[in-house]
């Protein structure tokens, strides 16, 4: 696997992004999944991508979130608190994020589509007292699952074939079909006999589907 940068920025980077993200919740009062999309579109998430000396390391966290606030015109910018408050979940996030960025080479918004910001806040507990990889594998999975989704909706309409099309015609309930495709359920999960339907009707293999 090829990591975004040198290693040796990769501890400054997710010092950064954390405290950019605390800032954000703490100070501006942001929601994260807010936070999170004015740093990609701020162009500054592209900027971390590549490794930018500039963002990764030339700038405290609150003097991120300070320029991802004027790019994107945001709120009014307001003086930051410097007093140390410990790592908590927002912190954590933004540590996390910036980590995963790093370890797999996918862009924030491939991230982003994955697991938001707030989602991934939530798995503080427990995740937060394992090492980076056990986050790392979670994230991943949700990304495998997002995957097989994706591939269920892309057989179907290949065939133009709707959902209650599709349905009758592999004799599955029309609404467990509708919980695999936005993901509710796991298609991975599914019965045998149910994957065998599908792929018979989508002319492909289970393994096409899963």
């Known amino acids: 696997m090829v990591n975004s940068y ?3 920025y990769l501890n400054d980077a997710m010092i950064n992004l954390a405290e950019a993200f605390q800032t954000a919740a703490r100070d501006y009062k942001f929601k994260l999944n807010f936070f999170m999309s004015l740093f990609i579109n701020s162009g500054i998430a592209a900027q971390f ?3 930018n000396p500039k963002y990764i390391v030339g700038k405290s966290g609150p003097e991120l979130t300070q320029e991802i606030v004027l790019k994107t015109g945001a709120a009014d910018l307001k ?6 408050i410990a790592p908590k979940e927002d912190y954590w996030t933004g540590w996390v994020l910036a980590y995963y960025q790093w370890y797999t080479g996918k862009s924030f918004r491939e991230i982003q589509n994955i ?5 991934l806040r939530e798995r503080y507990n427990p995740y937060h007292e394992m090492d980076e990889q056990k986050i790392v594998d979670y ?3 949700r990304a495998e699952h997002a995957d097989a989704v994706n ?3 892309m057989y179907r309409k290949l065939f133009g074939l709707s959902q209650s099309e599709l349905a009758k015609a592999a004799d599955v309930n029309l609404r467990t079909l509708q919980q695999y495709e936005i993901g509710a359920k796991d298609i991975r999960k599914a019965s045998v006999s149910t994957l065998e339907a599908l792929s018979r009707v989508l002319k492909c293999s289970i393994t096409d589907l899963i």
Do not use: M
């Open 6 to 8: 040198n290693q040796i």
């Open 49 to 51: 991508e590549v490794g």
């Open 79 to 84: 003086a930051v608190t410097k007093s140390f």
């Open 115 to 119: 697991i938001t910001a707030e989602e």
């Open 139 to 141: 994230i991943n999975s």
């Open 151 to 153: 591939r269920l909706q």
